[in-house]
């Protein structure tokens, strides 16, 4: 009995071990990947790596540059090889995005012309076209913001599928080899000044998620990710906003989290909604919530308004918790500000540091936990401007600028720009980050940068 048990034992460890490696192994591999808009994580934060870049040119660690045909401000998903990332070609020529602030309406018609929705997979490690899929070809049928495309939601994807959403048009789901496997159609409604859509859809479990928020009836719904059904829809008290949901896994309980102009609000998994608060939000609400060392933070703020709130909260809420008179905090909303809500970078949190990117090309920072300010408005440089989120890794900051420059700040209590890095081309896409790559969209291209050799 004893050599029978040794004999069982010399055969089940190393079977069990190897198991747990694979389970650790996959693990690993599953943080290398870059899910949906902002990364896995919504913030923005990468792990370090010493492959990660921080200096670049159109030619200096570049591992590949691929053109993209088409205009579309989405950002690159990545999937263990495979990169994917949607554009919209059109057969006409029509009004092409610029830099700079429009403070007025939108373009109010649609733009002329056929148009191809397209969906392009490359490979990670040289850049090629492993396949091309046309999601739809027609006639635009609503108009966008002049300084928008028709392919400004980033796809999303659970490693087994790809759900690529085309605002006002429809969710698309492909395999990861291309198969289209079925597409939800989206009934088009009037959006604020005709901006359109904007916000990502995110994915969790077998649902995925999308807010529709416009001018006539706005919603949030799950749809099956295997089948495309409906699972459940709730209609929103709100006018259009373009802020993408947050899945918030807390200690407590996992929700879904959708800013609003009227209310923010966060959701159960089944579409109920948990808890709610005015926020007074910017005229417009554009950044995206997300969460780190446990914190959720809310944030607008449109550059006409007077009110440009940040909010932090706490997990566990319920009901209205909304601030009263001239609260800065309650139970569950940890610290406040008025005045520091950017217009379209979403913020990062990263080392204990909450920086705001302005899009007139000013930086600030506060403490993530308390809101205390650490050093208020720091100029890049007189005439930039962001659109694109700000990401991290390796100690260090990134800020893509319009231009197509990246300004390099070191992170900590002073405000440090220690490098730029320009690619010469309009930017307004967020960058992604993934196995030790860097990949930075442009007008025309998609650039892979990386030490690597």
């Known amino acids: 009995m004893y050599l029978t048990n040794v004999l069982m034992r010399a055969i089940i460890l190393p079977l069990v071990l190897g198991s747990l490696a694979s389970s650790l192994s996959a693990g690993e591999t599953n943080k290398e990947n870059f899910t949906r808009f902002r990364g896995q ?137 291309g198969e289209l496997l079925w597409q939800h159609n989206i009934t088009p409604e009037k959006t604020f000044y005709d901006y359109g859509a904007a916000a990502s859809p995110v994915v969790h479990g077998d649902q995925v998620i999308f807010v529709y928020d416009n001018q006539g009836q706005s919603y949030i719904t799950s749809l099956d990710t295997k089948t495309g059904k409906v699972q459940w829809r709730t209609d929103r008290d709100e006018r259009t906003t373009w802020a993408t949901p947050y899945i918030w896994q807390n200690k407590q309980r996992t929700e879904i989290v959708v800013c609003g102009f009227n209310r923010n609000r966060s959701y159960d998994l089944d579409g109920n909604l948990l808890w709610e608060f005015n926020g007074r939000m910017s005229n417009l609400v554009i950044p995206s919530p997300f969460a780190i060392d446990g914190i959720l933070y809310i944030t607008s703020g449109y550059i006409g308004d007077a009110h440009r709130p940040v909010f932090a909260i706490r997990p566990g809420a319920s009901g209205d918790i909304t601030l009263d008179g001239d609260e800065n905090a309650n139970d569950y909303i940890v610290w406040y500000l008025p005045l520091a809500g950017p217009y379209n970078p979403s913020p990062i949190v990263y080392k204990g540091q909450y920086y705001t990117l302005y899009d007139r090309g000013f930086l600030t920072s506060h403490e993530a936990k308390t809101g205390k300010e650490i050093y208020g408005k720091r100029r890049f440089a007189g005439g930039v401007s962001f659109t694109s989120s700000p990401w991290a890794y390796n100690g260090k900051l990134f800020f893509l600028s319009e231009d197509g420059d990246t300004y390099v700040v070191k992170a900590g209590s002073e405000f440090e720009v220690i490098g730029k890095n320009s690619l010469g081309e309009l930017c307004l896409s967020t960058p992604a980050v993934s196995q030790g790559k860097l990949f930075i969209r442009t007008a025309t291209k998609l650039y892979c940068i990386t030490n690597e050799q």
Request: proline share 7%.
């Open 41 to 177: 994580n919504g913030d923005g934060v990468s792990s370090d790596d010493p492959r990660l870049p921080e200096t670049w040119s159109t030619t200096e660690n570049v591992k590949w540059a691929t053109d993209i045909p088409g205009w579309a401000w989405s950002c690159p998903t990545i999937w263990g090889d495979k990169v994917f990332l949607t554009t919209v070609v059109s057969e006409e020529e029509n009004t092409k995005p610029s830099k700079g602030l429009y403070l007025g309406q939108g373009v109010r018609d649609p733009a002329k012309g056929i148009h191809q929705w397209l969906v392009y997979c490359m490979d990670i490690n040289t850049g090629k076209v492993i396949w091309k899929k046309q999601a739809h070809k027609g006639n635009p049928v609503v108009p966008r913001h002049p300084k928008s495309t028709y392919g400004v939601e980033t796809a999303t994807t659970d490693g087994e599928r790809l759900y690529v959403l085309f605002g006002d048009l429809g969710m698309f789901c492909y395999d990861l080899d």
